[in-house]
């Protein structure tokens, strides 16, 4: 039973004709002008409210000459871009202390290829100290104006994700960008699944402008119920009465180092490391929906996407072999779900009237996902129709059919072609549904895999929420909760003009 609209198997979601974002601008004011050298040649430079300018210098024609070249190109430099200036100095090995000023170096972001980011410098160069302290104020004083930038961050470092590979990326890759920057950071090493969620319910966060997690999207979605669980808490909300939620009070923010990274892929277009930071340190905020899983009455979680069927069976296969690498155990748990491939005997009640529309039938697996989640196995993302902030999430259901036509829906994952193109795929845009099984999820049993369970017990049903396992004993009820969260980064419609892609590294 949920609540939306059917949409088309193939169709994408249409997009409303964007607004032109570019008003009548006004002539920008000029705050400074000099003349630097820049990439070895002289400039007339000119440092404006929104973007620093600049030309090269042209040599004056001796006596009787004729000027046949035309005026040099400006260049310039979207201030917005900038996120560090120093001044640059020569030192001497042989007189500490007795450094020469050779100008001024901005440390900028620049678009390196398709929705990646990449860290740069740009030199000012000039001797004068007097000229270059007034240049060097005038940037900081340009860059303490952009208030969304975060001046201090609480890092959330999970070891064990991927090839247990975070701690490298951190301190290697991150730290040093965010130091650059001026932001302070204070760094706790997560110990066990679940520390992130008690260490955000304790500590002080007061005197910190966002979290930042280093992991895996099971890393991200555990710092983003915390956050919004420590919210309700200090909202006084019941947790009973759901419809009623406050959002986050501080923005989250994620560096990608799992194996999937899927909300790296939705929210950057890449899982670049590099990326991630910038958008971090240049307070790129993006407010995005977040759905609740409840049951009876009572929040089970929240997360941004989920799977019921074979999609949580698997993970309940793969949960069990945590020894074998991420990529082998997932393998693994795929060949093995698809082995024991059954009919499932649930059903969703039937209920036409008011506001509700209903399916039931039996299902090899139902989706629901509130963002794209392009990744590496899925190129064009698992729901290419969705965005994170639209108010909508996408609701697919894949119902019975013959094995080798559920593997080519599976395969066509990790092609271009559209893997909903099939006659048993059906796609809706909802904005809450409620699954109800009649029976156990595609035959699944803890006893059949050997012994028991210790993640899903015998009468549960296995979900994948945001690659978590989660299980319940009944109807499962799922709400879309607009913009309920800030998170740090851009977003694919902006990047890349609503084509949902990923870059795979």
């Not at 601008?25 to 400039?43: D, H, K, N, Q, T």
């Not at 698997?314 to 024991?340: C, G, H």
């Not at 996408?394 to 119902?399: E, F, G, I, Q």
Request: charged share 25%.
């Amino acid at each position: 039973m949920f609540r939306g609209r059917r949409r088309s198997r193939v169709g994408a979601l249409e997009e409303a004709p964007p607004e032109n974002p570019k008003a009548a601008a006004e002539p920008e004011r000029v705050l400074l002008r000099g003349i630097f050298e820049i990439r070895r040649e002289s400039c007339d430079v000119a440092l404006g409210e929104r973007a620093l300018r600049w030309r090269r210098i042209q040599p004056e024609l001796p006596a009787g000459g004729t000027r046949h070249d035309l005026l040099s190109k400006e260049e310039s430099l979207e201030l917005e871009d900038i996120f560090s200036v120093k001044l640059k100095r020569r030192c001497w090995a042989k007189h500490p202390g007795r450094d020469t000023l050779l100008g001024i170096t901005l440390f900028i972001c620049l678009k390196e290829q398709r929705n990646k980011l990449k860290d740069s410098t740009l030199d000012l160069i000039n001797f004068s100290e007097d000229h270059c302290d007034i240049w060097f104020r005038q940037f900081k004083k340009i860059l303490d104006g952009f208030t969304s930038r975060p001046k201090a961050l609480k890092i959330l470092l999970n070891p064990q994700s991927h090839r247990k590979e975070s701690v490298h990326v951190y301190y290697e890759k991150v730290e040093p960008l965010l130091k650059l920057a001026g932001i302070e950071t204070d760094v706790t090493i997560t110990e066990y699944e679940g520390h992130a969620l008690s260490l955000l319910d304790e500590c002080e966060l007061r005197g910190f402008d966002g979290v930042v997690c280093v992991g895996g999207d099971g890393s991200a979605s555990e710092a983003a119920r915390a956050l919004l669980l420590r919210a309700q808490k200090n909202a006084g909300v019941e947790m009973d009465c759901i419809p009623t939620l406050v959002g986050a009070e501080l923005p989250l923010g994620f560096i990608p180092a799992g194996s999937t990274n899927a909300l790296a892929h939705s929210l950057f277009g890449t899982p670049h490391v590099v990326t991630a930071t910038m958008h971090i340190i240049l307070g790129h905020i993006r407010s995005v929906d977040v759905c609740t899983f409840s049951s009876a009455g009572k929040l089970l979680c929240f997360g941004f996407s989920a799977m019921f069927g074979f999609g949580g069976r698997t993970l309940a296969l793969a949960e069990k072999y945590r020894w074998m690498s991420p990529s082998q155990r997932r393998d693994f748990a795929i060949i093995k779900a698809l082995a024991k491939l059954k009919k499932s005997q649930r059903s969703a009640e039937s209920d036409c009237g008011g506001h509700w529309q209903t399916i039931q039938g039996q299902f090899l697996n139902i989706s629901i996902m509130a963002m794209p989640c392009p990744c590496s196995m899925a190129p064009r993302g698992f729901t290419p129709d969705t965005r994170l902030h639209n108010g909508s999430m996408a609701l697919r259901v894949v119902r019975n059919t013959t094995r080798s036509e559920f593997v080519k829906h599976l395969k066509r994952h990790s092609s271009v072609k559209n893997q909903f193109n099939f006659p048993f795929v059906e796609t809706y845009i909802i904005e809450e549904v409620k699954i109800h099984p009649k029976s156990n999820s595609n035959g699944y049993s803890p006893q059949e895999e050997g012994g028991n369970h210790t993640t899903a017990s015998e009468h549960g049903f296995p979900w994948n929420v945001d690659g978590d396992l989660m299980e319940a004993a009944s109807e499962v009820h799922i709400r879309l909760h607009p913009r309920l969260i800030r998170l740090y980064g851009g977003s694919l419609e902006e990047m890349n003009d609503c084509k949902v892609a990923c870059d795979c590294i």
